[in-house]
Protein backbone atom coordinates (compact mmCIF):
# COMPACT_ATOMS: atom_id res chain seq x y z
CA UNK A 1 0.00 0.00 0.00
CA UNK A 2 1.33 3.32 -0.80
CA UNK A 3 0.83 6.86 0.89
CA UNK A 4 -0.21 9.58 -1.10
CA UNK A 5 0.70 13.17 -0.11
CA UNK A 6 -1.71 15.45 0.24
CA UNK A 7 -2.36 17.96 -2.39
CA UNK A 8 -0.03 20.99 -1.32
CA UNK A 9 -2.79 24.25 -1.79
CA UNK A 10 -1.86 27.78 -2.07
CA UNK A 11 -2.27 29.61 0.88
CA UNK A 12 -4.22 32.75 1.05
CA UNK A 13 -2.28 35.30 1.87
CA UNK A 14 -3.37 37.88 5.05
CA UNK A 15 -5.10 40.48 4.75
CA UNK A 16 -3.25 44.15 4.75
CA UNK A 17 -5.04 47.87 4.38
CA UNK A 18 -5.30 48.70 0.61
CA UNK A 19 -5.88 45.09 -0.20
CA UNK A 20 -7.64 44.92 -3.41
CA UNK A 21 -10.26 41.52 -4.12
CA UNK A 22 -12.05 40.63 -7.14
CA UNK A 23 -14.76 37.95 -7.10
CA UNK A 24 -17.47 37.77 -9.88
CA UNK A 25 -19.99 40.69 -9.45
CA UNK A 26 -18.07 42.11 -6.82
CA UNK A 27 -14.81 43.77 -5.70
CA UNK A 28 -13.62 44.12 -1.85
CA UNK A 29 -11.70 46.97 -0.35
CA UNK A 30 -9.68 46.64 2.65
CA UNK A 31 -9.41 49.93 4.35
CA UNK A 32 -7.95 48.60 7.92
CA UNK A 33 -7.05 45.58 9.55
CA UNK A 34 -6.92 45.16 13.08
CA UNK A 35 -6.28 42.87 16.24
CA UNK A 36 -9.80 41.02 15.82
CA UNK A 37 -11.84 43.59 12.97
CA UNK A 38 -11.58 44.32 9.88
CA UNK A 39 -12.68 47.71 7.59
CA UNK A 40 -13.60 47.72 4.36
CA UNK A 41 -15.67 48.51 1.52
CA UNK A 42 -18.01 45.85 -0.53
CA UNK A 43 -19.34 47.00 -3.91
CA UNK A 44 -20.35 46.15 -7.51
CA UNK A 45 -16.70 47.15 -9.85
CA UNK A 46 -18.69 50.23 -11.20
CA UNK A 47 -21.04 51.53 -8.32
CA UNK A 48 -20.15 54.95 -7.58
CA UNK A 49 -20.69 54.70 -4.08
CA UNK A 50 -19.51 52.05 -1.74
CA UNK A 51 -20.78 51.74 2.13
CA UNK A 52 -17.70 50.87 4.88
CA UNK A 53 -18.29 47.71 6.80
CA UNK A 54 -16.77 46.02 9.85
CA UNK A 55 -16.80 42.37 10.36
CA UNK A 56 -14.41 39.55 11.71
CA UNK A 57 -11.11 38.91 9.91
CA UNK A 58 -12.01 35.18 10.28
CA UNK A 59 -15.62 36.10 8.73
CA UNK A 60 -13.67 38.11 5.79
CA UNK A 61 -11.20 35.55 4.83
CA UNK A 62 -14.37 32.68 4.86
CA UNK A 63 -16.19 34.90 2.41
CA UNK A 64 -13.15 35.80 0.21
CA UNK A 65 -12.77 31.67 0.24
CA UNK A 66 -16.29 30.70 -0.49
CA UNK A 67 -16.55 33.52 -3.32
CA UNK A 68 -13.20 32.11 -4.92
CA UNK A 69 -11.30 35.98 -4.77
CA UNK A 70 -8.55 37.18 -6.72
CA UNK A 71 -6.25 39.74 -5.07
CA UNK A 72 -5.58 42.11 -7.59
Given at each position: ?????????????????G???????????????????????L??????????????????????????????
Amino acid sequence: MTKNKPSSRARQQPLEAGQLWRMPGANLQVGMVGKLLVHYKLGKPDAVRVSNSCNGIKTIEKYLKANKAVLV
